[in-house]
Each structure stands twice: as structure tokens, then as C-alpha cells.
């Protein structure tokens, strides 16, 4: 049997640096996206002769900004996906995408060529607040985009960030309300982290508390129409990002470009690929099922229980703490609303 493995392209381009970004990226101003698009070929190729062709369920375009790309370019990169692997018929394939980067014109291109779910660095809906974070464009024009692109076929998410330095419940509830204006199907509400060696993390910032912080991530929960699906990730039924979900329960992805990350499944063996497309390290099952419950329990769903997540899981704690952990009908581990806020004291207990 021919395992499927889900695709991410890193696309590391930008046209300038946000304040608060520690992504493998870099403004550039005029890519050499043929010399770009000719090394994630050889990649896709050298994937080919390593598993063969395989059958990809989503392919994930992230950065970056992946929508400053030619659209020739993402054809090129498409096909050659195709020749090699077989593209599911029902293929997800996402591209990321920021305000200003995309006309209607474009936008009709890409999708015509293949995507078919748009995700928009949104970020926030204050101008204020986009100029303090670094980014180029203003309310007016994420709006515009997220109106353009549900206007045409294409399922559409929008990435927000929210924990700025003095913003208060009153502001996240605000949000959350402008938010629901918009009518997204699905979005992302990433909570501001300060990363050492970006202009934030040189800066003194006055950010909220870990327990404001938690109050504005339960604040989110009540003033969102759309409910919560994974910690940062709210949807409406049947618009989850598939490639995510994919990832978090622990399905095969290959990391393609500078900057991408995988797990590989080969001979029944996983692989960490990182780095350099030839790098890769043997993964033991244990070390394995240790990042799905990772992953797996970020979900509301939860991790599956299968028998390697069997052998490291403490279901004494599952049980003793029923506030905090739950068992599913669908036979999955899943964190209570409460035990999401304490997941990283939950992993350390759950795992054996």
C-alpha cells in the first residue's frame, strides 16, 4: 500500500519584514522565481523517486507571501506536481496571501490554475494597530480582498492577531464583532508572541498578562460566531483547513523549499526532514506518537487512540482529571475548554 503524504511549498519572499515575524523569510523586491521555481522541482522530483507516486490529498503554498508568486510559476510548480505524484481529485490546495499582493485579476488566475482556498494575513482591522505590527496595507484593502475572494469559487480564511501591547477584553470582543461582519467561513486568532532577534523582541513591550490573556482567548470563544476547531483555528462545519487537520492528527506531509519541515513516512518508517530537502533523521514510533499527542490534542477533536499513542498515554490521568481531558465516542483523547488553556501541563502528565 502507497501511503498519501500531504504537501507544504515554503515560499520565502516578502515585500518587507513584519515587526513580530521569526519565519524563515525575507524582503525581496525582485525574486529570481525561475531559479526558485527550478530547486522546488528538483525537490518534487527527488520526493518522486523516494516514494513513488504517491496520491496527495492537500497541497499548502505558505510563507512568506506566496501570492507575490507568478502565476506561471505556481502552473509550473502544479504541473510538476501532477506528473509526478497523482493530485487527489478533491485536492486541497491553499495559498497564503497578503492585502495587496492580489487584484481581482490575479486572484481569477491563481484560481483558475488550481486553488482553490485562499488564506489572507488580515492581522487586524485597525490601522493603528497594522502600522504598529509592520504591515503594509491598510483595513480598507484586507476587506477588499476578503470581499473579492468570496465573491468567486474558492473557500476563504482570514489570519488575525490579537494580545497587542495595552488591548483590553472590550478590544478583542470589538474584533471578534468586525470579524463577524466580514461573513468568513473561517479564520485564524493568533495570540502576539515577542520572538528574540525581531524588532519586537528588542523592544520592551507592555504586553498583557498570562491571565488577561487567557481571559481574551475565552473572550474570542463567546463573541465569535464561527466556533473554535484547534486552539487558534475557528471554522464553520466543513470549511477546517484539511491540510492542517491532516498534519495534526499525524498524516505523512513532505516539506518542500528553504525554510519547510516534514514528516515522511517510508517503509513504514517516519523520518524528520527539515532543512535541506536530503536531510532527514529516523523517527522512533514513540518519539512519533509523542508529537501527534502534541498536535493532536491543539485539536477540539482531540488525538485518535491508536495503538502507538496506546502504549505512552496515562489513561489514569484521562481519568482522574475528567475537568480537564475527555474520552470521545469516536475513540480520541480531547481536552475539555478548560484544559485547552493548561495543554502544556496536560502533555507533561499525559505522556508516559
Given amino acids: 500500500m502507497i501511503l498519501a503524504h500531504n504537501i507544504y511549498i ?9 515587526n513580530y515575524c521569526a519565519f524563515f523569510s525575507a524582503a525581496c523586491k525582485n525574486p529570481d522565481w525561475e531559479f526558485y521555481s527550478d530547486n ?26 506566496p501570492s507575490l508568486m507568478p502565476v506561471k510559476i505556481f502552473e509550473k510548480i502544479i504541473s510538476n506536481i501532477n506528473s509526478n505524484f497523482n493530485i487527489d481529485k478533491n485536492c486541497e490546495v491553499t495559498l497564503e496571501s497578503n492585502p495587496g499582493t492580489l487584484d481581482e485579476k490575479k486572484l481569477s488566475d491563481f484560481i483558475y490554475a488550481g486553488v482553490n482556498r485562499i488564506s489572507i494575513g488580515v492581522q487586524s ?5 497594522l502600522k504598529f505590527l509592520g504591515r503594509r496595507h491598510d483595513a480598507k484593502t484586507a476587506i477588499n480582498l476578503i470581499d473579492t475572494a468570496q465573491a468567486k469559487n474558492v473557500r476563504v480564511s482570514a489570519d488575525f492577531i490579537y494580545g497587542l501591547p495595552d ?3 472590550n478590544d478583542i470582543i470589538n474584533t471578534c464583532n468586525d470579524i463577524n461582519n466580514l461573513g468568513l467561513q473561517h479564520c485564524s486568532m493568533y495570540e502576539l508572541t515577542i520572538e528574540p532577534d525581531t524588532p ?7 504586553m498583557p498578562s498570562n491571565e488577561e490573556m487567557a481571559d481574551m482567548y475565552n473572550a474570542i470563544d463567546e463573541s465569535l460566531k464561527l466556533p473554535r476547531y484547534e486552539v487558534s483555528n475557528y471554522a464553520k462545519a ?5 491540510h492542517n487537520q491532516n498534519v495534526w492528527d499525524g498524516a505523512p506531509y513532505i516539506g518542500i523549499g528553504k525554510g519547510a519541515a516534514g514528516r515522511v513516512l517510508i517503509d513504514n518508517i517516519w523520518y524528520e526532514q527539515f532543512g535541506n530537502w536530503e536531510k532527514f533523521d529516523k523517527l522512533s514510533d514513540t ?4 508529537e501527534r499527542i502534541i498536535t493532536g490534542l491543539r485539536q477540539v477533536r482531540g488525538v485518535y487512540l491508536d495503538s502507538d499513542i496506546e502504549k505512552i498515554i496515562n489513561m489514569k490521568y484521562v481519568q482522574d482529571n475528567p475537568e480537564l481531558l475527555q474520552r470521545t465516542s469516536d475513540n480520541r483523547i480531547a481536552a475539555t475548554k478548560q484544559g485547552m488553556l493548561l495543554l502544556d501541563e496536560l502533555i507533561l502528565n499525559l505522556v508516559r
Fill in 10 to 18: 515554503h515560499v520565502p519572499f516578502c515585500m518587507s519584514k513584519c
Fill in 40 to 65: 522546488i522541482i528538483k525537490e518534487i522530483r527527488y520526493w518522486s523517486e523516494k516514494l513513488g507516486r504517491i496520491s496527495i490529498p492537500t497541497i499548502f503554498f505558505g510563507g512568506g507571501t
Fill in 125 to 129: 482591522l485597525d490601522d493603528k494597530k
Fill in 167 to 169: 488591548e483590553t477584553i
Fill in 200 to 206: 519586537f523582541g528588542k523592544k520592551t513591550l507592555n
Fill in 238 to 242: 466543513g470549511n477546517e483547513c484539511r
Fill in 287 to 290: 518519539v512519533r506518537a509523542e
